[in-house]
């Protein structure tokens, strides 16, 4: 079985996937000959042509509004924007057409495209290389926000992705890019959208994280006696799942890089308090980005969570019994 | 060194159909007298459905509504050149180009009415739902092409917007692919010199809009958009051009808005009667009689005829749309994704 970092994986999983359905085409800005700025599709234009590998102008919001015609035609466009810093022109798009053409024609259309972008801190990039926007997309009815945490599971959920009848944005982690190799099967394998997956069981401390987090929390909490889920789609999120791990533990922790304030932490915090508020014993803790602006790469480190600070989170709501 | 001129443009304007009826025989595109007639038909059908419309929302009985009044040369000029393979892309004021197509009418007073289920198209019609938001269609246009361009189809795609459209990033956005990708598409701008209250001039200092093209290497041109002849000509040239794989079109249709901009507002507010009433002389439908009356196709038997027809088709649609039972508010959920998720499973327990 092949060792392959995140973005082989991804590679490996558009290959498959366009090898297996003629529908499936790739648009963005340098997808093509370069096979993207991150090399995701390195190799693809090379092996399907210019015909299924199209390098577009630099164009956001018509990336996305052409990707949603040739979705309602009939086709399955996998839309790479390069940066999510530059997505913020095709909300309308995304929020307006994506998210509500099904709703809209009472199903008569169907926008099945799949939007992927790299995301998050680490890359000592320019300014808007490394935010966190993901809880925009979880405010859209009608579009699926998938966060991928590892190489094996970034091959099976683009793949669900891909196949998926609805409109998902896919957040690739840029960090994670190359930051971890594992097993990673060639052959189909799909990883369901819309569940979370238990990473580490444990009793104590349920601990919520997904994408580029979730190292720093098995760092964080591998040893404690934590029940770690990677949430996987955060929209529409596994909250069975989660209500049930919190019941057992009564306490939870909530990690992500973005700003705290309406961040999607908030609105996991809220549901449990919701249904889950009779079994807590600790108050809920959320470790995440500050409500400033992302500063550049000499400030990064002290935005984003580290494992320290998700260590003393963990320690904080262990405190109450 | 001496300066060179290296690209340079000229922009048609194209006329058929004069004031007083008499058509450039020389232009005239090839229809026979039945085709001409059904598109009076079609006009005469589209405006009354307009009218109904208006009164239905006076009386409360339709949400804010949109109408076309002055602008049924532009819209059934231009779809009536349309195969029914082609993929229709419209904006929120295209009443007129969803009739000649085939759809509905109590579909769209059902639509109107404040009911999704309305604007649902009949299997057979490829005809998008409308477009609230100015202009972001247009990438949809440009893109079903790319779509039918991969699969070989031989279909062309339209899109329509208006003055205000132009305006957008997304008219950029669209034209550039487009132009880039030599796509079989068709951009029908219906210029009716106002988006709300804002002018034309004040959406572009370019002289025309059909001129804009020129920026995305295809052709533009305009018509007279009162004029039917020359809007089905040019769009029968542009879809021609299209199949044959020789890139996109931008139509300018040079028009007029003759009511509000919607039911919801008062256009003496910013407009003067004086402009309202020269656009009257122009009346699509009035130059179209003329025409027919002309050619002996005319009479007033017929239009009694036609205008008895249209009222029939219409106040039946009214009355098939007002027997509809109302959605279920189960619906809301129905069709935001394939499946219910977790949360609208338990939420969709409220009803
Ligand atoms: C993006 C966007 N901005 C504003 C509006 C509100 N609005 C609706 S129609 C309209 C004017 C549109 O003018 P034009 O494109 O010329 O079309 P027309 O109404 O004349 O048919 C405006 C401002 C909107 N629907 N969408
Ligand atoms: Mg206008």
């Known amino acids: ?321 | 060194m001496p300066e060179k001129i290296i690209e340079s443009f000229n922009i048609k304007r194209l006329e058929v159909l004069d004031e007083k009826g008499d058509a450039d025989a020389s232009l005239m595109p090839p229809l026979s007298d039945d085709e001409i007639k059904k598109m009076y038909e079609l006009l005469i059908l589209s405006r009354t459905f307009d009218r109904y419309a208006l009164n239905l929302q006076r009386e409360g009985r339709l949400g804010t509504y949109a109408s076309i009044l002055g602008q049924e040369a532009s819209q059934i000029g231009s779809a009536f050149a349309v195969e029914n393979t082609d993929w229709i892309f419209p904006s929120f004021r295209e009443m007129g180009v969803y009739l000649t197509a085939g759809f509905p009418p109590y579909k769209l007073f059902q639509y109107w009415s404040g009911d999704e289920r309305g604007i649902t198209p009949p299997d057979n019609l490829n005809i998008f739902p409308v477009c609230v938001p100015v202009g972001t269609q247009i990438p949809h246009a440009t893109g079903a092409a790319m779509a039918a361009v991969y699969r070989g189809d031989k279909t062309a795609v339209l899109a329509y917007f208006g003055d205000g459209g132009t305006s957008k990033g997304d008219f950029h956005e669209g034209l550039n692919i487009a132009g880039v990708f030599r796509l079989p598409v068709i951009f029908i701008c219906q210029n009716n010199q106002w988006a709300i209250s804002v002018p034309r001039e004040r959406q572009t200092a370019s002289k025309t809009l059909a001129q804009k093209a020129m920026a995305y290497g295809f052709e533009g041109l305009q018509v007279d958009g009162n004029d039917i002849f020359a809007v089905y000509k040019a769009t029968r040239d542009a879809l021609k051009k299209a199949r044959q794989g020789e890139g996109p079109t931008l139509i300018e249709c040079f028009t007029y808005r003759m009511s509000d901009h919607t039911t919801a507002d008062d256009a003496t507010r910013y407009r003067s009667m004086e402009e309202v009433e020269q656009w009257k002389q122009k009346d699509p439908a009035l130059r179209l009689k003329l025409f027919l009356e002309k050619k002996g196709l005319w009479t007033e038997a017929y239009q009694k005829k036609i205008e008895e027809e249209s009222k029939t088709i219409i106040e039946d649609a009214v009355k098939k749309e007002e027997a509809i039972q109302p959605p279920q508010p189960k619906d809301m959920f129905t069709y935001t994704y394939e499946k219910l998720s977790q949360r609208q499973s338990r939420q969709i327990k409220d009803f």
């Open chain 1, 1 to 321: 079985m092949p060792t392959l970092n995140m973005v082989q994986a991804l590679n490996l999983a558009l290959r498959e996937e366009m090898q297996r359905d003629q529908d499936v085409v790739l648009l963005g800005e340098d997808v093509g000959k370069d096979g993207g700025v991150f090399r995701i599709t390195e190799g693809l234009h090379d092996l399907f042509g210019s015909r299924r590998v199209l390098d577009t102008p630099l164009s956001e919001s018509g990336i996305a509004g052409v990707s949603i015609g040739m979705a309602v035609y009939g086709l399955k466009p996998v839309a790479e924007i390069q940066f999510m810093g530059f997505i913020y022109s095709a909300m309308e798009q995304l929020f307006c057409h994506a998210a509500r053409i099904r709703s809209r024609s009472r199903g008569r259309f169907t926008c099945p495209i799949v939007i992927r972008t790299p995301y998050g801190a680490g890359i000592k990039a320019p300014e808007l290389h490394e935010e966190s926007a993901e809880a925009l997309f979880c405010h859209m009815p009608g579009v699926k926000v998938v966060v991928p945490s590892t190489p094996y599971i970034a091959k099976g959920l683009l793949i669900s992705s891909i196949r998926d009848p609805d409109p998902v944005i896919f957040l690739e982690p840029a960090r994670l890019y190359r930051l971890i190799k594992e097993d990673v099967p060639e052959g189909e394998y799909t990883i369901p959208l819309g569940k979370a997956r238990i990473v580490q069981e444990g009793n104590a401390v349920t601990v919520l994280a997904w994408g580029s987090m979730l190292q720093r929390v098995l760092q964080a909490a591998g040893a404690a006696d934590c029940e770690i889920i990677d949430l996987m789609t955060l929209n529409p999120f596994d909250e069975e799942t989660i209500f049930k791990s919190v019941k057992k533990t009564g306490r939870v922790v909530i990690v992500h890089e973005a700003p705290r304030t309406c961040g999607f932490g908030a609105e996991l915090s809220a549901s449990i308090a919701e249904d889950a508020m009779l079994y807590l014993k600790a108050p809920i803790i959320r470790v995440t980005g500050y409500d400033a602006v992302m500063p550049l790469a000499k400030l990064e480190d002290y935005y984003i969570p580290d494992v320290e600070k998700i260590k003393r989170a963990v320690n904080e709501v262990l405190k109450y019994y």
